[in-house]
């Protein structure tokens, strides 16, 4: 082989793992978006704690988000199939930040319900088309490394930002006059972010829809029926378990500990640092467990973390169980994405993601107002609301072995379109 010939293999070897750039655009709004979700998440539920509203209200309007999710998931799957994806990002960045700015200017407690049902819509639909798109734009040979980068770095946005808001709240408490005052300002910021991610999303290059105009959704759904149901059943038993407790755990570690917003803000941000390497560790893991052993493998071993999160007084300990259970639990994420794109033909993908975000919200809605009630009537009782928790992520487990392993197993003996079709 002469010298010639190597240095074009090599560069052909470059040019396939090179990052596509409407990718790189993607990944740059995204931890923007990621940065803005981030502050909202970490601060709404203490900042309608600090205006005065009560467990079940709080429940209340963040099961609102959910609802959000489950009433766009699958008209916005509908959509997105037909159009580019640019628009729908930007959209998507824009009404969301609008509804985070204009959130803390807000007291009528229907009106805070509404702003974050039309935050749930806008944020599914950039869910909704981010795997689809990414799949896209990718090749077999980076495919891997892009759906870890694309949890892994909104992530490490998102550290940034839960430092800074959690600081910037202690910071303007006494200037401002109060927690709920500062936290508002902090969320206003949120808000803003998101709208600078509109302007980078922008930047996308158009690209063809998924299927044409013309083409009838419904018969896509009967023909992957078998997939579709496959990936959404064990994902509503995680939902339902994730919403019943994960919304409450910035109250949580202030009533069981008495944590400020600061330091809850810090702690958030040492999570976020670890779900990022777990995220980045996709690649490895489905090269040396598979798909679908990976995810099963990684959710039982986040399980007794989070038994020791519901039963231990200590502070050290619920940290330790809150990171190492949070790192396991969203590294199995990406792997998820990974081989729900593959398994799903092209045309069917954003019904796949549109369906698993309406029942991701399903969960959501369900969840946190059946917590606020619980937590109302036990007197703050955390632990039972995680160990429920666990028993569904426990069962969650066992349906992805169940359900998943034929689809990986056919999948590698047959192709996309020739699989949906055996399912």
Partial sequence: ??????????????????????????????????????????????????????????????????????????????????????????????????????????????????????????????????????????????????????????????????????????????PLGGEAIATGR??????????????????????????????????????NRGVLARFAMPQFLIACGSGLCIPFLPLYFKDRFDMGAGDWGYLFASGQVLFALGFMLTPFVIRHLGYVRGIVLIEVASIPFFLLLAFTWSLPWAIAAFLVRGALMNSAYPILKNLMMQATPPGAREMQTGMNAALWGVGWVVGPLAAGHILEATGGDYTTLMVATVVLYVAAAVLSWLLLTPVERRLAQAGPEEFASEV
């Fill in 1 to 174: 082989m002469t010298d010639s010939d190597s240095t074009g293999e090599e560069l052909s070897e470059a040019a396939r793992t090179r990052m596509s750039f409407p990718a790189r655009v993607y990944l740059t709004g995204a931890a923007l978006t990621g940065a803005a979700h981030t502050v909202v998440y970490i601060l709404l539920v203490r900042y309608l704690d600090a205006i005065g509203l009560s467990d079940s209200e709080i429940g209340w309007i963040q099961s609102a988000d959910a609802w959000g999710k489950v009433a766009v998931a699958l008209p916005a799957a509908a959509i997105l199939a037909r159009r580019p994806a640019r628009g729908v990002f930007v959209l998507s960045a824009t009404v969301g930040g609008l509804a985070y700015a204009i959130l803390p200017w807000i007291e009528d407690l229907r009106l805070l319900y509404a702003i974050n049902l039309v935050a749930g819509f806008a944020l599914t639909l950039q869910y909704v088309a981010i795997a689809p798109f990414l799949f896209r734009h990718s090749s077999s040979q980076d495919r891997a490394r892009l759906f870890g980068l694309a949890e892994a770095l909104p992530t490490l946005a998102a550290v940034v930002a839960a430092v800074v808001a959690g600081r910037l709240v202690t910071h303007w408490e006494g």
């Fill in 186 to 223: 902090v969320i206003f910021g949120g808000g803003m972010l998101s709208l600078c991610a509109a302007a980078i999303f922008a930047r996308i290059p158009l690209e063809h829809p998924a299927v044409e105009k013309s083409t009838e959704l419904w018969p896509v759904f009967i023909k």
